[in-house]
Structures are given as structure tokens and as C-alpha cells.
């Protein structure tokens, strides 16, 4: 009888956006889809492929490729430069929607997430089922496709989810391991390179099957302790299911740009503390608390600075984060100075759970926790903003450029 899935099994995913650069592109920009696009260095100049569209994969483009040899694959391809700040942005977009699934996510790259989903299955079905939550959010909130893995660790799940991309969602469960492993080819494990790829080829090594003959003793011998030790793990499929969410983000930061320059105090006022009540929530949703919150100011010849203060103790709470900003608004002389954008950030984050301050949090500070956790709660069901508290008054909309739009709702963002 072949084994059946246990509740008890740790279970990691990996996700992971199919030639990211070039999709967000595709999507943007009809003319794009469908067509052999590559993003990258200008024809003509030196310099690198950065990725491209799977079109154009047909012809043998591949990321890291000089440009001239990808001219000359296809000469017919559309050739873009990068834009770093919309991909960062689609990718901040990305991490929040996988937030819908599991707070508990690693951001590995841009493009690129463990999700720890052990505990989710009782309450979102079988781990196919929860791969292809994931990949559908993502492809109904921001028209993207990925490629989904999920194994007992996070080797398996990386393996699995490199093993059918585009649009791939592959599920090895702990006793299909072995047998997923096996025919794989050695250039696939992690930490094969230009100098282990000539000695994997001098001993006949080409699978992991072949690989797994090889004693701990032998392959210390040929690759050296470390390299040895990890080949011979991987080749048995031991790899850590650790995740680290705190990686995840090591700042969260909103700002609004004003359609024409502000100085009105009241207004700059309301702006800071909606943008204060935003970045807390996103943090309370992250579950970190912040250290440090940072005021960012732009004026209208586009100088932008930036002013910060460290807090005694960790915060997620609105109110303490916007008399901080507050604080350094009237401090550092911005007061009746016109303003072309208004920022608030916060860095120094830590897990909420495993903050030092629990030992000294107080009463009130931890029956504001519960309040806050109530409004989320709330707002998150009917609508950001529905409730908060009472001092201050909304910004008027028509007084800001706000950016980033998701499910038909406007959002200042840039974090
Ligand atoms: P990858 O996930 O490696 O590549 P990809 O998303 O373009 O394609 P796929 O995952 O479907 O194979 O990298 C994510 C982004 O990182 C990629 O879109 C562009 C950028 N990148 C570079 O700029 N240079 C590189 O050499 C690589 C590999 C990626
Ligand atoms: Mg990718």
C-alpha cells in the first residue's frame, strides 16, 4: 500500500514567477504578450540578458547571456531595459498576497518564497490543494504565473518547483522522494559549479542515483569535507525545513505623493498619521514590531531626505508610531515648508512574538495590542481605513497621487 500523507509531516513550498521581469512587462504592455521579449542590456551595447519571456527562451536566450548573442538568436525580439522599481513593487505585491496564505514566508529573492504550510493543512486541504491556492491568487490579483513546489524540505521544494516552470505545481511528498530524486541530473543540486561539474564528470557521476553509490567518505575525499557532506545529504534528498520569516522584509514604508505641493499643516498632519496607521497595520499583519521609524519628506526641487529615531521599545501600534514621525516632522524645521511627498517607514523589525519587550510590555500597551488586532480585523473584512481612531481626519483624496492599485482599491505604497 503506498503511503498516504501525514498531517504530522513538515511541509515546505517554494514559489517561484515565471521569467519575472519579462512577464510584468507582457502584462503591462499588450503589444509584449506572446512575443519573444528580452530584458536586459541595449542591442549594441555590452552588457547581459537579465531574463526574457518564454518565447524567446524557444530561441535559446537564457539569463546572463550577452546581449549581441541574444541578437543574433532572434534578431525579430522585442528588447527592453529593466525597471527595477516597478519589478520591486510587483514583487512587494506578490508577498502580500502569498501573506493571504502563510505568514509564515521567506523571501528568497525578488521573485522567489519558502512558505512553511505544515500547519495549514486542516484548514486549507492537501498540499496540492494550497500550491494551487497560492498560484491562483496570484494569477487573479496581479495577472502573474508562477511555478510551485512542495516537499518535505526546503531542497525538495525548490527542486520541485524548478521541475515543471511555467505554470508548474509539482507535490513530492516524503515517500516520492527517492524516486524524484534519482534520474535527476547532478547539474541540478545545489553547489555545482564550473570546478564539482568537471570532477562529477571525471568520476561518472551524472544522476543522483549514480551519486548516491558514492560513500560520505569518498565524496569528502573528492569535493572535500563541506561540499561532500552537503552532496551526500542532497543525494538522499536531508535538506533543512527552516524557514525564516523574518528575512521577509526589512522595512515596511508607504508614502503619498501630493498632486501639487502642500504646506498646510493640518494636512500634512492627517497624511502622516493615515500613513502611520498604514505601516503599522502592515506590520501588525506581518506580526513584527519595528525599532526604528523613519520620516521621509520630499520637496518640490525633488531633494528628499530622510530623518530616523530609534525607539526604546518595539512598536507596531499607530499611535506610537505617529508621534514619533510627528516628532521628527516638527523637530527637524519641516513645518510650513511645502512638501512634495510625505513618507513614514519602519525598520529595525523583529518578530512580534519573540520581541524582548513582551517582558516589559505594559497593561495598556497590551490591551492596545488586542484593540488593534480587533480593527485589522474589521478593516481587513470591510475595507482599509473603516475604523481607526479618532483624531484624525481623512486626507481628502483629490489632495494626493496615490500609486499601486490592488482589487479595485486605492493604496499609497511603495514598501
Ligand atoms: P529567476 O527566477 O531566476 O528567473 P525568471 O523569473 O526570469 O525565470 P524563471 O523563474 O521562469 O526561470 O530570476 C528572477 C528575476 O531576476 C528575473 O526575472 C530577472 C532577474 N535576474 C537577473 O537580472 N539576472 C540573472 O542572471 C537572473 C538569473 C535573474
Ligand atoms: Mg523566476
Known sequence: MIPMENFNDRLVMHLDLDAFFASVEQRDQAEYAGKPLVVGARPGNRGVVATCSYEARRYGIRSAMPISEAVKLCPHAIFVRPDMKRYNKVSSQVF???????????????????????GLRRLLGSPREIAMQAKQRIQQQLRLTCSVGVGPNRLIAKLASEFRKPDGCTVILPHEVQRFLDPMPIRNLRGVGKQTGKIFSKLGISDVRTLRQYSLESLKHHFGTKAGMSFYAQARGQASAEIRPASASKSISKETTFAVDQADIAVLKNGLHTLSSSVARSARSKQLTATVVVLKVRFPDFETVTRQQRLPLATNNDREIFETVWQLYRQNGFEHKPLRLIGVGLSGLQSAGESADLFVETEQRIAQGRLYHAMDKINSKYGAESI???????VSHDTLTQTGRRAGKRRDETG
Not at 502580500?96 to 505544515?118: T, W
Not at 481607526?388 to 481623512?394: E, M, P, R
Request: no cysteine; net charge negative.
Open 96 to 118: 502580500e498576497v502569498l501573506r493571504e496564505v502563510s505568514p509564515v514566508i521567506e523571501k528568497a529573492s525578488i521573485d522567489e518564497a519558502y512558505i512553511d504550510i505544515s
Open 388 to 394: 481607526g481612531f479618532g483624531s484624525h481626519q481623512k
